[in-house]
């Protein structure tokens, strides 16, 4: 039985997102790391999920629901660097911003829907969101008051969502009509495939 995860994308990574005009275009690859910045995907295999949240306005979003393909470096990465100066993924260039450059990163294929920031978690649904650790513990979000999140600390990292949690989750980004964005592919250009990326995921 697959397992589903949050991770929190900040504002400078959806910001450069948005600069780079990846709203409507699904990421091929995101990044595991070893760092608070750059949490490791502990736990996560194939066929896992993983949901890409984001905080703005006290307001949380679902920007991306990622499955997990595989860890491994592919020749879709590009050449390992020879010096620290190379860049680490040049084959990932253009999703470089999910962490490409982060400490200790490496590289998780997913198959992912497109890139979006018009998904707000509901905030019964946010209220009630709970994770769980390995030993079954159970958890909610702390800072939520009234429905809206006043701080993102219990979302900085990678967690385990409940099974409930990770259900809701799923029918809010499979119940949500694409974005204007999706339909153009992204700024107002005509939709196009993401290059080097898997098949894309049916909902």
Known sequence: MSDAFTVLWTH???RALRKAGRV??????AFS??????????????????YALHVNRNVVHVVSRMRVIDMERRDCCGTAPA??????????????????????ATAVHVDATP???DVPI????????????RRGQTRGLKYVVDGRLERSVSLQGFYRLTSESADDLSDLVGNTAPSRAESLGGCGS?????????????E
């Open 12 to 14: 400078d990574t959806c």
């Open 24 to 29: 409507g275009e699904r990421p091929p690859v």
């Open 33 to 50: 790391g070893v760092h608070s910045s750059l949490p490791a995907w502990s736990g996560a295999r194939t066929g896992d999920e993983v």
């Open 83 to 104: 010096t620290w100066q190379d860049p680490a993924f040049p084959g990932h260039g253009a999703w470089s911003m999910l962490g490409a450059g982060g400490c200790g």
């Open 115 to 117: 890139v979006r920031f």
């Open 122 to 133: 509901p905030s019964d649904l946010l209220m009630g969101l709970t994770w769980r650790n």
């Open 190 to 202: 005509p939709a196009r495939p993401a290059s080097r990326g898997p098949e894309p995921l049916k």
